[in-house]
């Protein structure tokens, strides 16, 4: 996995319910991927194991429609463009009327204004006891080494995703699932997976489906531990669609952040699955770095 899989964490501006959505429309210098998506589809408990992956989730969770519009919105929400169907946005906004909303909470990283909200065990250190960050977007690891703090760490989190299925949100997207790569090898991929059922359960207890965010070489296991569909980043760039799309079939939603990669993405997977450009910070159309482009 490229190093530059810290991507995912241009994300990391936090979202306060006093933002409020931006009344303009998205302006593409490409064609909005906007077609007829397929509807979201609710998974009844009687699906077989045989099913597709692109059409299976677990009992009673409402997949989003595959190959739909999509947006990324964790920047700061505003009216989504004519054609979008999905929308993720961050837990402290409010969904989009009307179409499928993905909730994005931060749940295996500390947000940088957010560190000291955690109790300070749980956060990720060193031998020499110093906290160990992401340096990229500057945010603390959480320590997901142990049962009994995954447990704690993930209770907190699972107040977020109160949060979400409270204001009408349809999935989950907990971000950072990859970083026991930039843990200095303090944590592994076991730890993550484990970590991660401890919220799908929450998830789906809720009736949210969840999404895997990232982290290519864990998606073979997307089916033993519940995961519902995936949402990436530059999966052209680098080269993974197909290994999540082997995973997931469809049920693939990519944000890209530079134009070879969408360009990648698009030729090869702009018929499957979803596909947006962003600009790298995911701002408002009202915010100069706005950029959103599709297929």
């Known amino acids: 996995m490229p190093v530059d899989h810290a991507r995912s964490r241009r994300s990391r501006i936090r979202i306060t319910a006093a933002l409020t959505a931006a009344a303009v429309l998205a302006v593409s210098s490409c ?8 509807p979201a589809v609710t998974i009844p408990p009687s699906a077989s194991e045989g099913t597709p992956a692109s059409a299976t989730a677990s009992p009673a969770v409402t997949v989003p429609p595959v190959h739909a519009g999509f947006d990324y919105q964790i920047g700061g929400p505003y009216q989504p463009p004519t054609g979008v169907s999905v929308v993720s946005r961050d837990h402290g906004a409010s969904p ?52 009994t703090k995954r447990q704690r760490i993930a209770l907190k989190v699972d107040g977020w995703i109160d949060e979400c299925a409270t204001k009408g949100f349809n999935a989950v997207e907990p971000d950072n699932y990859d970083s026991y790569t930039r843990s200095a090898g303090l944590l592994s991929a076991a730890d993550a997976e484990a ?36 949402v990436v980043e530059q999966c052209g760039t680098y080269g993974e669609c197909n290994r999540y799309t082997d995973a997931f079939g469809d049920s693939v939603f990519d944000i890209e952040y530079d134009e070879p990669g969408l360009q990648a993405a698009c030729t090869t997977w702009g018929t499957r699955i979803s596909i947006v450009r962003r600009d790298l910070d995911v701002v408002p159309p009202s915010d100069p770095s706005y950029l959103r482009q599709t297929c």
């Open 96 to 147: 989009a009327p009307g179409i499928y909303n993905i909730c994005y909470v931060n749940g295996f990283q500390a947000q940088p204004d957010a560190e000291r909200e955690w109790d300070q065990d749980l956060l990720l250190r060193d031998q020499a006891g110093n906290v160990v960050y992401d340096t990229t977007w500057n945010e603390a690891l959480l320590d997901i080494g142990t049962d």
């Open 195 to 230: 970590y991660q059922s401890l919220l799908v359960a929450h998830v789906h207890g809720q009736g949210l489906a969840i999404a895997q965010k990232n982290a290519a070489e864990l998606a073979p296991d997307r089916q033993q531990l519940g995961l519902d569909f995936a």
């Open 31 to 38: 064609s909005s991927s906007s077609g007829t998506a397929e």
